[in-house]
């Protein structure tokens, strides 16, 4: 019922604050993660939401070539909510590795831990808008191997080991939230009353059906308005 969804926290999340709102991530009845967004239209009283599936951030993750590392996402909480290794989703990132959460919450990583009982390079880039960290650590052992064999001084290997550290987390974090970046983007256009931006539909799966019901959406909410301009000319007729 209608009380019952302006009770909801996406509701008055959207209702109490301009732009939009990203709720905590939540585990679904078959154990999948998923996350709210929503946002207030132009009308003021009518909120638009979707429920987003962290599925494809699994596959992105368990695609990457990380050279014997780890990704690993977490939210706002310190949960982790997707990850390389599927054994530590669903934790908090201070039960699998103490010292590292820490550190990310005093904002102090120091860039070398021993994760796993290896001693490990680690990067954490904060995705913006969302509140939640992506977190890439690669083995030195893997890093320096090359470097060591051809007798190379460790500084140099240092930096070479870091910036190569540094690519792979852009392109982790490109590949997860690209496509949540756009709905971003066209939730803002609508809200804003442009219901003439259309989305074009490049990608299968959860949020492929996400961008097609998106898409349904658009053009209801377009034939609702121009029925609802239609009937006002008519009655100043």
Known sequence: EMTDIANMEWYKKAEENPGIQYLDTYIGAEGEVFFTISCLLKDEFS??????SLAKADQKLAAMNLMDGQAILINQKGDIISATDADKKNKALSAVYPGLAADIGSGEVKG?????????LV??????????????AIPESTIFEDCIRLGQASAICFVIAMVLLMVVLILVINRITKPIIRVNHYMKKIAE???DYRLDNHYAGEIGELFENYEDMR???????????????????
Do not use: H, M, P
């Open 47 to 52: 909120v638009l939401a979707a429920d987003i």
């Open 112 to 120: 070398s831990y021993l994760l796993d009982s290896q001693n490990s």
């Open 123 to 136: 990067a954490v880039q904060e995705i913006g808008g969302f509140g939640w960290k992506l977190l890439v």
């Open 193 to 195: 009353g442009n219901l």
């Open 219 to 237: 053009l209801r909410l377009k034939e609702s308005t121009d029925e609802i301009v239609d009937n006002e000319k008519r009655n100043r007729e």
